[in-house]
């Protein structure tokens, strides 16, 4: 690399902003339907729980060997996708 590029480059790397994340105006509505569609999903995770626990009662009761472990699975993986939605969507874009 020649003189003058390596000035160019060294000239460009100080220059570099760098930008502090802000929340464009108005976006505290979108905010707030955010939370509320958090808030009902993991509402949505607590009901799956316990009715998969009811689930699970009842056909021990009845003597019946029904599989609730794949449910319980389904159920705990939507919870840690709802618990790590934006860290994946930080992580993405």
Known sequence: MSA???LIVSRANLAVPNPQ???PPGSE???QILNWVFWIASAAGVLGFIAVGVMMMLSHRQGRG???MS???YVL???ILVAAASGL???LL
């Open 4 to 6: 003058r590029a390596s």
């Open 66 to 68: 029904d599989d609730h």
């Open 29 to 31: 509505s979108v905010t």
């Open 89 to 91: 969507a930080g992580a």
């Open 21 to 23: 994340p802000d929340a």
């Open 77 to 79: 993986g939507g919870c």
């Open 71 to 73: 449910r319980l699975g």
